[in-house]
């Protein structure tokens, strides 16, 4: 067995509660979301789980990278929560798909957050991966858009009134309601647009 090994992703609302009190076996039990098998191939492996109080178990079959599959007591194949782990920024190329976004979310009554970023901006190429991570936990109740201030006219730059970058903007009923600088560590961006995000949903 080599010291090689890949991971396998399991995500976090299959609310899987693992269970190493199983009695007279040896199976290996990992935590969720993430776990490392050693060895870059394998020729299985089982785990035994409890979901929501049921006894489960978690098959890998071999191959170079494996597949994973969650078979109830009868043996039936069970379908898996595909929440995501990120959600890609989408991205808004011009001023009309700005205001067409902007219209489509206060037709439905939901905020938006964008993303001003620029592609020379080290902070902003470092940030969007996060707020990716972040956009992930709001899905799909709400969206996330990053724009790039280099590849739309400049007035709408002035009309958002982005002065500075990164900058995250909450918008909603067409109005800008709030916005964060992120020029520190990007996890305390994350926190302080997080902040915005549940202030804008108890206020």
Not at 125 to 144: G, H, M, N, V
């Amino acid at each position: 067995m080599t010291s090689q090994s890949f991971t396998l992703i399991f995500y976090p609302s299959l609310k899987t509660l693992i269970n190493s009190n199983f009695s007279g076996d040896n199976s290996p039990c990992l935590s969720a979301p993430f776990f490392k098998i050693p060895s870059s191939t394998f020729d299985g492996f089982s785990l035994k789980t409890k979901t929501l109080g049921f006894d489960k178990k978690i098959n890998g079959f071999g191959g170079k990278f494996g597949t994973i599959s969650a078979w109830g007591e009868e043996g039936n194949l069970e379908e898996l929560d595909d929440a995501p782990l990120t959600v890609a920024l989408q991205q808004i190329c011009s001023e009309s798909q700005f205001d067409r976004t902007i219209a489509e979310a206060q037709q439905l009554e939901e905020s938006l957050i964008i993303l001003w970023m620029a592609s020379w901006c080290r902070k902003c190429i470092y940030l969007k991966p996060k707020l990716e991570k972040l956009a992930a936990d709001y899905y799909p109740r709400l969206r996330f858009y990053c724009v790039d201030v280099n590849t739309v006219p400049h007035n709408l730059v002035v009309r958002a009134g982005v002065t500075k970058m990164p900058t995250i903007q909450l918008w909603r009923d067409g109005k800008k309601q709030g916005e964060v600088i992120g020029g520190h560590k990007a996890y305390l961006v994350v926190n302080e647009v997080r902040q915005m995000i549940e202030n804008e949903c108890t206020s």
